[in-house]
């Protein structure tokens, strides 16, 4: 049986990546290493808390820690790093850029170095749209060819990441894919993002604080059309190779929370305009030709189904928000809206 290392399993996309994997592809085992910070909740993954060890197993540890890693790497004979592992909120970047550079740039390096030292066979780098930077209104999407400009202290981490596994590639042959998906929603997403910050505010009556004037474009992607896109690549993809991961779904973000509100039953007038986000991107849009035409993948599932199906996994699992929300959440909540 091979061996995935999963990266910041514990996260929003990681732990889907794993529900996904351990239900869809049983044929691998799954070593999920994730340093536990505010965005990673061992929550997500309940169900597989005392599961077979032949077919998951978790490990509290930082990525840039590479002793503890190229320990775990061997102990489980790992053939393969998928790194999701990362800080990936912009506004938190804003407040504070020092972790994002050490954890997405430093971090990433640590865990090149154990693929190197170990000849995995193939590592892939779970990056982002936003290191393009942003598109005008009538830009055409983005090709995996753009130069990087990225924007946020965020988006610079992730796009000096992409750089140095690329050079790992070139220098010494390390089999790696570098992947660029644009804005995912679904279950066990932390709600400081969009969608469940404003589903866990309107289900309160509270304020939707929308940033600016509301027309920021981004194109959403459901959670688990991303995953199977990363395994895909991890099966099939050419080394070496970028892939743009897109949901086909360009929306304003005015609109979005409209269409939200109309889920939930829940008035208009909770809509607040608040001071915009510093260097706020206006538009991002995926071209994703590459996968479709090489690896046959496209997203399956559309906006409005995605987003009821979201709205409902939130309104069911109401506890698993209830404990997100506490002391912690709320000083951050204090300090990036109230005043704003
Ligand atoms: P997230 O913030 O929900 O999860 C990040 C996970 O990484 C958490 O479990 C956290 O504990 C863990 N982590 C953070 N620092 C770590 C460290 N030093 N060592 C080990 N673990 C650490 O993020 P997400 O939204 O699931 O994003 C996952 C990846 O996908 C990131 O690399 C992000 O840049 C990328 N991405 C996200 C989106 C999106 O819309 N959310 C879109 C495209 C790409
Ligand atoms: O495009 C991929 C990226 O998508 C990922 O790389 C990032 O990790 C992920 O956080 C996301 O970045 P965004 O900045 O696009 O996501 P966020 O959910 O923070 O914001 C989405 C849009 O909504 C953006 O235009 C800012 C706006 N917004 C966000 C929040 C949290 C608001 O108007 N109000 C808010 O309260």
């Keep these: 049986m091979e061996t995935i290392l999963v990266t910041g399993g514990m996260g929003f996309i990681g732990s889907n990546f794993v529900h996904y994997m351990l239900k869809n592809h049983k044929e691998y085992k799954i070593v999920n290493v994730d340093k536990l910070t505010y965005a990673g ?24 820690d590479f002793e503890s890693l190229l320990q775990i790497a061997k102990r489980e004979k790992i053939n393969y790093i998928v790194n999701f592992a990362a800080e990936s909120h912009v506004d938190r970047s804003i407040d504070n850029p020092d972790i994002f550079l050490k954890t997405n740039i430093l971090g990433t390096q640590a865990l090149l170095n154990v693929a190197r ?38 988006s610079a981490s992730k796009a000096s990441a992409d750089l140095v596994v690329r050079a790992y590639h070139k220098t010494f042959n390390l089999p790696i894919n570098i992947t660029r998906c644009s804005n995912n929603y679904g279950p066990y997403q932390f709600p ?50 970028i892939y743009n991961i897109g949901g086909n779904s360009e929306t304003s973000n005015l609109n979005l929370v409209k269409r939200l509100l109309k889920i939930l039953n829940k008035p208009k007038s909770l809509i607040t305009f608040v001071k915009d986000r510093p260097g706020h991107d206006l538009r991002y849009a995926i071209n994703y030709k590459k996968i479709k035409q090489e690896l046959s993948w496209e997203p399956k599932t559309k906006l409005d189904e995605g987003l009821k199906f979201t709205v409902d996994w939130y309104l069911n699992n109401q506890e698993w928000l209830n404990h997100i929300i506490n002391e912690e959440y709320l000083k951050y909540y204090d300090k990036m809206y109230k005043n704003r």
């Excluded at 909740?41 to 840039?64: G, H, M, R, V």
């Excluded at 066979?121 to 400009?149: M, N, W």
């Excluded at 509301?214 to 190779?241: Q, T």
């Design 192 to 241: 400081e993002k969009l969608i469940p910050l404003m589903i866990n505010n309107a289900l309160n009556d509270k304020e939707l604080p929308v940033y600016g004037t509301g027309e920021n474009i981004r194109d959403w992607i459901f959670v688990e059309d991303h995953c199977e896109a990363v395994y895909l690549v991890l099966k099939e993809g050419e080394p070496g190779e």
């Design 41 to 64: 909740n061992p929550e997500n993954l309940k169900e597989y808390e005392s599961f077979d060890e032949n077919l998951y197993k978790f490990y509290k540890c930082d990525i840039s």
């Design 117 to 154: 030292k170990l000849n995995i066979q193939r590592f892939i780098q779970i990056s982002t749209d936003e290191v393009y930077g942003s598109l005008k209104f009538e830009d055409p999407a983005f090709t995996e060819d753009l130069p990087l400009k990225p924007n946020s202290p965020y």
